[in-house]
């Protein structure tokens, strides 16, 4: 099997849509192994933050001396990204040679009329490849919620991670704040460990109470304390606990990032179940990269990529965008047409001078038109180009011309399609 078809036949489950369950992802596992389940999990979930904590979480592990695995969704510019080891991903090869052992075990459960989703079949594909290679250690993101996710099949993880919850996926986790933070919590499993991030009153009152009916100690990451914060568009710098410490991603809202994975690390060393130095805590968050987290693209003209996609992403956009220009702005943006579009682009109304509007490449992209419907309700100058690479040379070209600054978000979808595309652009 080529790469080529090992990625054909991933995507060819892809029509089967999500559908939350863990009935179908059972069968497979029965089939896999359930010594593949019982591997050392970190468990995280939340609407906004997951990413950047993982690879916070993944990178001091691996510092630390943990063999680690890292399994995380969507992937930015290549599918790989998606399973990696020690923060590098898994070849070609080892892709393949894991579809061709789970394919007939797809076959048969088809056959018994139980059809296996992409990310169902990512998830089994992931485990095993982790199980394969002897990871000591597993940084694991759901894909959607969290009680009903795929991934929830592990047993007991070490610690279970709540990053922000917000009302996002509303149409299949439930369209309240106390709805979707029951989801969320659907990771707590039963005498462990349970960290959350800076949350809401409703939903840390329900996180405590799953904890405690859980007997799960609780940690919360609002108790870690930063001090001699400098903000940049380089990154964050901070103190913690009388130790220097930067992560390359921009924005306020990733200091909050940092206590989380601060707090988990330190809930596992607190519990003797793994330990690590200051040095790899430095070096682990030196390194923590997330592209599409508004990234830095280019200085001159100034450019960020942001994936933010909801309205708890869009304020952090948006504060981070206010920090970080102090010129006029040009906006390119899609997005997805199930997300709460309305309240995300009056959150940045009369932000931007003129706003590019384009389609998102995915088959729940909102039509641009649409999208620049909405756009002109809190815009004056809106510009509609349907293809991503044509709409950012039209961006670029308004920001240069008139010294703008360009920022983009609306969907990591988009910020995959257009990342490899802007490199190559600016690099030229």
Do not use: W
């Not at 005498?191 to 949350?199: A, C, G, L």
């Not at 108790?223 to 990154?235: A, K, N, Q, V, Y």
């Not at 901070?238 to 130790?243: L, Q």
């Not at 706003?355 to 510009?383: G, H, W």
Request: hydrophobic share 40%; glycine share 6%.
């Amino acid at each position: 099997m080529t790469y080529e078809q090992a990625l054909e036949k991933i995507h060819s489950l892809d029509k089967f849509g999500s559908r939350p369950g863990l009935q179908r992802i059972q069968k497979l596992f029965s089939m896999l192994g359930d010594d593949l389940l019982e591997q050392k999990f970190i468990h995280v979930a939340g609407t906004n933050g997951k990413g950047s904590v993982c690879q916070m979480l993944s990178n001091v592990l691996r510092e630390s001396g943990y063999k680690t695995g890292l399994f995380i969704s969507p992937y930015i510019t290549n599918f790989l990204e998606r399973v990696q080891i020690n923060n590098e991903m898994i070849e070609k090869r080892e892709l393949c040679d894991a579809v061709e052992h789970l394919s007939p075990m797809l076959d048969t459960l088809n056959e018994q009329g139980i059809i296996i989703t992409e990310f169902e079949f990512l998830t089994a594909l992931a485990f095993y490849v982790f199980k394969k290679n002897g990871c000591d250690i597993i940084v694991c993101e759901t894909g959607l919620g969290g009680l009903l996710d795929s991934t929830n099949l592990i047993k007991k993880p070490l610690c279970s991670v709540l990053t922000k919850i917000d009302l996002d996926h509303t149409a299949i986790l439930g369209d309240t704040i106390e709805l979707i933070t029951e989801q969320k919590c659907g990771i707590i499993k039963s005498d462990s460990i349970t960290v959350t991030s800076s949350q809401n009153d409703v939903s840390l009152e329900i996180i405590k109470e799953t904890a405690k009916a859980k007997n799960n100690k609780l940690y919360l990451a609002d108790d870690i304390e930063f001090s001699d914060i400098i903000l940049s568009c380089d990154g964050c710098e901070f103190s913690y606990d009388n130790k220097k410490l930067s992560i390359p991603l921009v924005g306020e809202h990733q200091l909050q990032n940092a206590k989380t994975a601060i707090c988990t690390l330190s809930a596992l060393k607190e519990n003797s179940i793994i330990d690590f130095t200051d040095d790899n805590l430095k070096n682990g968050f030196k390194n923590a990269c997330n592209p599409a987290r508004f990234e830095l693209m280019s200085k001159s003209p100034i450019v960020f990529l942001d994936g933010a996609h909801n309205v708890n992403g869009i304020s952090a956009f948006k504060n981070a965008v206010e920090r970080f220009t102090e010129q006029k702005r040009v906006l390119l943006i899609g997005m997805l047409k199930d997300k709460d579009v309305e309240n995300a682009i009056e959150l940045i109304k009369d932000m931007f001078d003129i706003v590019v509007v384009t389609d998102v490449p995915n088959i729940r992209n909102m039509d641009c038109y649409e999208l620049a419907d909405v756009c002109k309700r809190y815009f004056e100058n809106v510009v509609i180009s349907s293809t991503p690479q044509v709409a950012f040379d039209l961006a670029l070209n308004i920001a240069k011309d008139n010294e703008y600054a360009l920022c983009i978000c609306g969907s990591l979808y988009l910020a995959g399609e257009l990342r490899p595309y802007i490199i190559e652009k600016l690099n030229n």
